[in-house]
T-cell receptor, first 112, second 113 residues
Framework: GDSVTQTEGPVTLSEGTSLTVNCSYE??????LFWYVQYPGEGPQLLFK?????EKGSNRGFEATYNKEATSFHLQKASVQESDSAVYYC???????????FGTGTKLQVVP | NTKITQSPRYLILGRANKSLECEQH?????MYWYKQSAEKPPELMFL???????RNETVPSRFIPECPDSSKLLLHISAVDPEDSAVYFC?????????????FGHGTKLSVL
């Protein structure tokens, strides 16, 4: 079945350093890939989605490229801020009438 | 986020029956219940797509969803168990030819005594 694997957290970074959260997926379909962010006490909210292979999504300085050959969708940000502290979920929707599957989540803590 | 409202926000129960409510004001045709246990990702419990129910077969039968109309979703829980302590999120989306983002509510935090 479909699955998503992410960098295991928690990840602690100093403000101003760069972030990479690895995401790998498995599916026999042609999925749309998503990154969601969840702040404490809230539901997950979309960071961005990428429906097509070899395209890049971005929002708020975060970006990820849909790499079909490597089946990866790694999240990157050049310079993190304290306000980026949250849990990040990679998700896929296999475009076959199924539902979105979330990865295990990566908790990011950014310290001053 | 007032586009998806859930009630109640917090619930503390013994072995009782209770219903969670959700309403979306986005005109979406699909609604979902997700369960999120501590330090875990959201896990799909139920999906209503154009009022057709898709069930996660691992969900205990004491959870019964209801979709009275396309904008409302209920989750009836009978005889809660301590393992049911979690945050229950309602979500909605458009489901057509493209895969649309999920919009989540703020969740109902259920604590079972």
């Amino acid at each position: 079945g479909d699955s998503v694997t992410q960098t295991e957290g928690p990840v602690t970074l100093s403000e101003g350093t760069s972030l990479t959260v690895n995401c790998s997926y498995e599916t026999k379909q042609y999925p749309t890939l998503f990154w969601y962010v969840q702040y404490p006490g809230e539901g997950p909210q979309l960071l961005f989605k990428v429906p097509k292979a070899n395209e890049k999504g971005s929002n708020r300085g975060f970006e990820a490229t849909y790499n079909k050959e490597a089946t990866s969708f790694h999240l990157q940000k050049a310079s993190v801020q304290e306000s980026d502290s949250a849990v990040y979920y990679c998700a896929l929707d296999a475009n076959s009438g199924t539902y979105q599957r979330f990865g295990t989540g990566t908790k990011l803590q950014v310290v001053p | 986020n007032t586009k998806i409202t859930q009630s109640p926000r917090y619930l503390i129960l013994g072995r009782a029956n209770k219903s969670l409510e959700c309403e979306q004001h986005l005109g979406h045709n699909a609604m979902y219940w997700y369960k999120q246990s501590a330090e875990k990702p959201p896990e799909l419990m139920f999906l209503y797509n154009l009022k057709q129910l898709i069930r996660n077969e691992t969900v205990p039968s004491r959870f019964i969803p209801e979709c009275p109309d396309s904008s409302k979703l209920l989750l009836h829980i009978s005889a809660v168990d301590p393992e049911d302590s979690a945050v229950y999120f309602c979500a909605s989306s458009r489901r057509d030819s493209s895969n649309e983002r999920l919009f989540f509510g703020h969740g109902t935090k259920l604590s079972v005594l």
